[in-house]
């Protein structure tokens, strides 16, 4: 009898987790992902690392498993089939017994004056290219935002010889009264007081209570607007401060990218507090759909000990589920996972809530400013448009063609969801992401779409 066949889509931490854990126990196993290298967003440029859960590791261990690279999941066309992309082959069917999803997140993206001009990243694509290319987005540069990952991203940069200021959101009574928690896991104390330690040899100044309230400049960034914010981030009058830069990071935070989840149909649940929709999962990463499983940022934004740590626990559950192992030898292997997650949560889940995005964020946006930037929708054009509709993701969409370009509302839908229901009471429905996502997931050439390989 052949082995049940385990196809795992994102090859970041969680992925790579999911699949050795899953071979080690003998189910067939397929990774793929569209980057040329697997290792997902923590591991970009960290190819030879031999830290645990790392691409250097996961290939000296599993050289059993089948790694599809520079490879997409455009399609999801039926119940144990994937439609996959590459260059070379065009579009191919793939079939499974069971899928793990580990697609993982996007950079929060934030609507603000001058925030396409040349020059201004989102943190995590700085963070990308300074760890990955070894390219900066300036020399003088703002990184702001809220959250832990704005010090990554400014130790990255002014590592590279960049003046980096970060201004952070959220107030710094805040990260104070977080620290008994921090305290509690070693790991997140340690590496927190590493980045401090380093930022202020660099003499990276950092201002917190802060936002930036517009970039400025002609062709490219020459100059942004800081002011101070109140609790729920409002600017407060009168507290402005022009800085020069040549370049701003926007961090925001992350949202998980669910495409693939929307096209498979799973349970999407949407956290008010952290403005956060993600895969409903059970206690041991199973989906709403049977034989379906998701591990890492999809689940909820967590970091990544709690992408390893999930992923192998995703796996383990494929692994039972498929009756390859007992249940004694589940809740055995399973027990450690658990032990593992209870310990990473809790700080993952405070840092998730003290950093949340506040209402002030959805209003920082004047008439003329781009929220959706494929198709050149502007604020007072999605104003216009609610005059005579509902209040909804659709009608907006619909009215304006917001989301209709080219990344198909990857970028602009979870600013213009949380806009709405900030700015416009839009009530989001339980269960379910109010943006409909359609085929192909990401852009593929019309011939290889239109004329699939038989597999
Ligand atoms: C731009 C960015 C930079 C980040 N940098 C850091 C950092 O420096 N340090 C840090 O601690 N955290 C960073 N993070 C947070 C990071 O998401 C987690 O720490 C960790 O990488 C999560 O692991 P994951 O496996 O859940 O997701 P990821 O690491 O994001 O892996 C998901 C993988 O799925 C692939 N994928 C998605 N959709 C498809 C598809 N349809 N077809 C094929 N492949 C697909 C992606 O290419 C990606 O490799 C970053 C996040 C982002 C968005």
Redesign the pocket.
Known sequence: MSKPHLVV???????MAAAGQAACFGMAVTV????AALG???FRGRQDSKMDGSPGRFLDAHNEVEVLLE???VDAPMDGQLSIWNEARGVLALPYDALII??????RPVALPGWTLPGVF?A??A??LA?AYGVTPGHRLLVAGSGP?LL?VADDLSIKGCQVEVIEATPLSTSIRGLPIIARDPEIMRQTLGFLTRLSARRVRRRYGHIVTSIHGQDRVEAATIQKVDDEWRPVPSSEKTIAVDGVCLGFG?VP?LE?AQALECAIDYDEAASEFSIRIDDSLRTSRPRIYAA???TGIG??RG?LAEGQLAGLTSVYDAGLINSETYTIERKHMVARLAHIRPVANWLRQAYRPRSGLWSLAESTTMLCRCEDVTLATAEAALANNPPTPYAVKTATRAGMGLCQGRICSPYLIEWLRARHNYRIPRGDRPWRIRPP??PVPLGDWLAPEVA
């Open positions: 889509v994102g090859g970041g931490p969680a992925g793929l992902d569209e980057s997902g967003q923590y490879t997409l999941v580990a697609t993982g997140a996007y950079d989102t995590g694509g963070s990308t760890k990952f990554s992350f990218q693939l890492g940022e999809v970091g990544v992408a997931l990401r």
